[in-house]
């Protein structure tokens, strides 16, 4: 299990870094579907079961075949954008490099945690979480409507001709 | 299928702070590294997916449902995110003719 707890953080690295190096945006999105996939991978070794499901319709399944279906609209699918320049890439890759071990830094400083309840590994089941979602969060499940309406809005505006 | 549950009990926390904070730092460089504006977007959905796992990280640590909600309610901001960015992506194609963010430079100092 913890070989592959390694395998799968190494896929998802690796698709990342392919995704930020590589110039073709098909293949960007295909190796963003990758990292996605080791994702709930992840998500099923920490026991969530229900978010491994809904990260792959929605992410997967449903965000990924939005950018395709964007890229393919606007015919996109050769690397015709240049690079930035020479000076601003290896300021990018130096920033984030910064950040990473600054992150890691601050991470390192901090005391152990120690769990507010005893082990269980039943708490991503459907039932677990759709109990804590329609006891304690009701209120923002349902605000979440009014943003999906208001996100609905905003894209029919923003795909209008003539506003 | 034991095995699998048990999974966390084996391996520490450290380390998926350590992969989330990896995978949020190539997203950063990603969105400073490009200039086409879908694969900036890709790199937002990177960032957003790796403090996801951290959220659902701790929350199995803790065995607390609250954080799977949590991350449920990032999902639902992140689908509106999309739509709305992909439709800023169709009409900057439209009036522009282009998707390089280079060329949205107004607001520039």
Redesign the interface.
């Known amino acids: 299990?913890?070989f592959?707890?390694y395998m799968l953080?190494a896929i998802?690295?690796i698709s990342?870094?392919l995704?930020?190096f590589n110039r073709n945006?098909i293949n960007?999105?295909i190796f963003?579907i990758v990292?996605?996939i080791a994702?709930a991978g992840?998500?099923?070794?920490?026991?969530?079961q229900?978010?491994a499901v809904?990260?792959i319709i929605?992410?997967t399944g449903?965000?990924m075949v939005?950018?395709l279906f964007?890229?393919m609209?606007?015919n996109?699918n050769k690397a015709i954008?240049?690079?930035?320049s020479r000076a601003?890439?290896i300021?990018?890759?130096i920033?984030?490099?910064i950040?990473?071990l600054v992150?890691?830094a601050a991470?390192r400083q901090t005391i152990e945690?120690h769990?507010?309840?005893?082990?269980?590994?039943d708490?991503?089941l459907v039932k677990?979480?759709g109990?804590?979602?329609f006891h304690?969060?009701l209120l923002?499940?349902e605000m979440?409507s009014a943003?999906?309406i208001?996100?609905?809005v905003?894209?029919?505006m923003?795909?209008k001709?003539d506003v | 299928m034991k095995e699998v549950s048990s999974a966390i009990q084996l391996i520490p926390l450290d380390n998926y702070i350590m992969l989330s904070v990896a995978l949020f730092s190539i997203g950063l460089m990603g969105v400073l590294f490009r200039r086409n504006i879908i694969v900036v977007l890709m790199c937002l959905e990177l960032m957003f997916n790796s403090v996801n796992l951290l959220i659902t990280a701790f929350s199995a640590y803790h065995s607390d449902p609250s954080g799977q909600v949590f991350v449920f309610f990032i999902m639902i901001v992140a689908a509106a995110e999309v739509a709305v960015g992909l439709s800023i992506v169709v009409m900057m194609k439209r009036n522009v003719e282009s998707v390089d963010i280079n060329l949205l430079n107004r607001l520039r100092w």
């Open positions: 299990m913890v592959l707890f953080s998802m690295i990342a870094l995704i930020v945006p960007n999105v963003l990292c996605f994702m992840h998500y099923i070794l920490l026991n969530a229900f978010l809904v990260h929605v992410y449903a965000i939005l950018f964007v890229i609209l606007l996109l954008i240049p690079h930035k601003t890439r300021l990018a890759v920033t984030g490099g950040f990473f992150l890691l991470t945690i769990p507010r309840y005893p082990f269980t590994s708490i991503g677990e979480v109990q804590t979602l304690e969060f923002p499940f979440s943003l999906f208001a996100a609905m905003g894209a029919i923003f795909g001709k």
